[in-house]
């Protein structure tokens, strides 16, 4: 046999009900003069709960869209402050490469001021060949610079190397440390000539060049010497600073010397230099 199925009306009907039935009760109380204790209870036991209830659905809307409104707030603050963040970023990284290219053209003012009798023009590097070194390298001035050949270049302390080839915009430059440089380099302390050769494993290795045919017969020439260009070089201009003698060796034949010079010039991280608008005078 089929048991009956439990009444389905709907919840809200009965809600909906209750809520004109006491409203009806309310009416006739106010109607008549009559507010007596069943109609007082009845709207306790009916309208105390409905306003709870519809107090607590009230603050936990308004709790929930304080909630989201603060988030949001979050949200924008926090892409605010990473707007800032990297603005701040962008003016440090910006006012330390203004403080890197201002204390270079420190050393180059300086420097143009220690070669005051040559006539320099400044130029930037713009590139270098596939070497970790500036052995050769491109800058961007060229012929209608006033640019020529075998004009020497020199940055930081002292001597960089020779112009090997002119473009009208640009000019390439190859460095005393290449391989293939040969400068006719004089001892500063004794006037003695000899022979600086770029050398790129030595500089790897040891961060230096070399020196050799050094003719040193009273043994004058010592650790720490400086090395300049001679006045005998067909293409150097003399005076220039190369580096200083670091090590120091007799060769085979008793007659000469030879050994290893650590260059003034930083070759790893060269960004400007001067170029002297001469040429030398060989008197050919």
Not at 15 to 41: D, H, K, N, Q, S
Not at 117 to 143: E, L, M, P
Not at 236 to 248: A, E, K, M, Q, R
Request: glycine share 8%.
């Amino acid at each position: 046999m089929k048991r009956r199925g439990k009444s389905s009306f709907p919840s809200k009907y009965i809600l909906l009900l209750l809520t004109v039935i006491c409203i009806m009760l309310l009416f006739a109380g106010y109607a008549t003069g009559y507010a007596g204790e069943p109609i007082r209870t009845i709207c306790n036991y009916v309208f105390v709960p409905m306003q709870k209830g519809l107090d607590y659905v009230g603050e936990s809307i308004s709790i929930n869209s304080d909630d989201t409104k603060t988030k949001e707030q979050l949200i924008a603050e926090n892409a605010q402050l990473q707007e800032q963040i990297d603005e701040l970023s962008t003016q440090l990284t910006n006012t330390r490469l203004q403080q890197s290219e201002l204390d270079t053209l420190r050393e180059l003012y300086d420097l143009d001021q220690t070669y005051a009798d040559y006539k320099t023009t400044g130029a930037h590097v713009i590139g270098k060949g596939t070497s970790n070194w500036f052995n050769t390298f491109t800058i961007d001035k060229g012929s209608k610079d006033g640019i020529k050949v075998d004009m020497n270049v020199i940055a930081g302390s002292g001597l960089v190397g020779i112009v090997t080839d002119v473009g009208k915009n640009y000019a390439v430059v190859r460095a005393i440390i290449d391989d293939t440089s040969n400068v006719s380099g004089m001892i500063l302390s004794n006037n003695d000539n000899c022979i600086v050769s770029g050398n790129l494993k030595s500089m790897t290795e040891s961060n230096m060049i070399t020196f050799s045919n050094l003719e040193d017969s009273e043994d004058k020439v010592s650790t720490g010497d400086s090395v300049v260009t001679s006045n005998i070089s067909d293409k150097y201009l003399p005076g220039l600073l190369i580096g200083y003698v670091t090590d120091i060796t007799e060769d085979n034949n008793n007659l000469t010397k030879s050994g290893e010079i650590t260059p003034v010039v930083d070759f790893k991280h060269l960004q400007d230099v001067l170029v002297i608008m001469q040429l030398k005078e060989t008197g050919k």
